[in-house]
């Protein structure tokens, strides 16, 4: 039988990693220095929501795949794989919060291990990083780093269905014992140095956020001169050498992994003096996106002293209850600053620090009984809802769409103002109705 894989930290990244590796046919070891969060995974429930989570977890508990300690010498002394993923918050300036990440290797250190282990880093890095450990590591094992590339709510899938493998390590061979693991995905792998394997995960966060901020840009562009942002960004997403991913505009990137990530990279740039470029911009943009957001719902109502504002959606994206660093909650504290009291409700939030005067709701059509709708997160359900259904609720008739998500035409045909990020174009009606003029003439 072979070795069981041991995983330090039952964050989205570790309990991902864990359930994905079950599913390839590997007994893995689940360590957390929380033993309250041990003791609730050991009876099946789940640190978080993630679809699928629960029947997997539950699943890999009864198969007896999956176990877990509040003991690092339990679960990791008979492993020869440690996979370490422990959070690295963002500091104040930028830089990366690498405690946990440390902590960890040192304890570690005193594990008396069966085999020489392979000990790979999976939490998100600035380059170095791993070199600069792996003299900690030296005298009882080896170190890698080896990025993931899971977004939460699809986190199991993603690990079992990456574009790439990427793995930094000192010696081809040293990177084996990990690669091994992953076999049966047959995906490309990609070996590296580990200060290679940093770079590359930084910067692919942080070239997605650079298209989401992109995407923004020409959509706030296509505000300002009456287009369409829809359609311009689905012209430019159709060329193949673009893409038509992480090309949605709205009120910006959150969430615990984009900002902080370009944050470390843009600060690793500056201390080697190469000033700001692209990634301070990439963080302007996105900084700048919520004010737009609330200006445009400002336009509509004016001041926003004594108004109620119904908010759909909290999480800082869809099919998460994840409100790190999501930008809804900074428009909601910032429209609570200027006087508005807000009605708010998310499928999957179900406790959040509001402002005062402001409360979370347990339906869509509560939320909408206010003065104007606002849209922050990109639920789907929110547009399977008959604008009908909650037109007569909102008083001044104003419909803000932060993530356009919604329906114009149904919204503007239910008797609304309707306004979107770069949607101030024709409305797709209007647009079928004199395509269909041009093409009879
Ligand atoms: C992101 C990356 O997509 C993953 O590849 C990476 O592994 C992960 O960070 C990480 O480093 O741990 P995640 O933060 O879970 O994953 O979520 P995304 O789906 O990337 O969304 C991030 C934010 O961008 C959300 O607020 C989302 O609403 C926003 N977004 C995304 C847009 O505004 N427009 C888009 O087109 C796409």
């Known amino acids: 039988m072979s070795r069981p894989i041991c995983i330090v930290g039952t964050g989205y990244v570790g309990m991902a990693s864990m359930l994905g590796l079950a599913d390839l046919g590997w007994k893995v070891h689940g360590y957390d220095i929380v033993p309250e969060r041990v003791d609730r995974l050991r009876r099946g429930i789940p640190p978080y929501r993630e679809p699928k989570l629960p029947e997997l977890l539950q699943h890999h508990i009864e198969h007896r795949n999956v176990h877990f300690f509040d003991s690092i010498e339990e679960a990791a002394s008979g492993s020869q794989v440690v996979i370490i993923a422990v959070g690295t918050p963002s500091r104040d300036d930028g830089s990366a919060d690498l405690s946990a990440v440390r902590a960890a290797v040192e304890m570690l250190a005193h594990v008396q291990f069966a085999t020489w282990p392979t000990i790979v880093l999976r939490s998100t890095v600035p380059p170095g990083t791993t070199d600069s450990l792996s003299a900690l590591v030296a005298p009882w094992g080896n170190l890698i780093y080896a990025p993931e590339f899971l977004r939460e709510g699809s986190a199991v899938h993603d690990f079992l269905n990456p574009d790439r493998i990427v793995v930094g390590s000192a010696t081809p061979a040293e990177a084996v014992p990990y690669v091994t693991l992953l076999e049966r995905l047959q995906k490309p792998v990609v070996f590296t140095s580990r200060s290679n394997a940093e770079l590359i995960k930084c910067c692919s966060n942080a070239y997605l956020a650079l298209k989401i901020s992109f995407a923004n840009e020409v959509a706030n562009l296509c505000g300002a001169f009456g287009a369409t942002s829809d359609d311009v960004l689905r012209g430019i997403g159709y060329d193949q050498r673009i893409g038509p991913h992480f090309l949605r505009p709205g009120i910006g990137f959150g969430g615990p992994c984009f900002e902080k990530d370009v944050k470390s990279v843009e600060f690793v740039s500056a201390q080697y003096g190469l000033g700001e470029g692209l990634f301070s911009a990439t963080l302007r943009v996105n900084e700048g996106q919520p004010g737009r957001v609330i200006r445009i719902l400002e336009e509509e109502i004016g001041s926003f002293a004594g108004t109620t504002i119904g908010v759909w959606g909290l999480a800082f994206k869809a099919n998460t209850d994840d409100i790190r660093d999501s930008l809804a909650l900074r428009i909601v504290d910032e ?107």
């Open 335 to 441: 429209l609570g600053r200027r006087g508005a009291k807000m009605l708010v409700y998310d499928p999957a939030v179900h406790v959040a620090p509001l402002p005062v005067g402001s409360r979370l709701v347990t339906s869509a059509l509560e939320a909408a009984r206010a003065d104007a709708l606002l849209v922050l997160t990109e639920w789907p359900q929110f547009a399977r809802i008959d604008p009908t259904a909650y037109a007569s609720g909102i008083a001044r008739r104003v419909v803000v769409d932060g993530r356009n998500v919604l329906d114009a035409d149904r919204v503007v045909a239910a008797g609304l103002i309707y306004r979107g990020i770069g949607r101030s174009g024709p409305s797709a009606t209007e647009r079928r109705t004199s395509l269909a003029s041009a093409l009879t003439v």
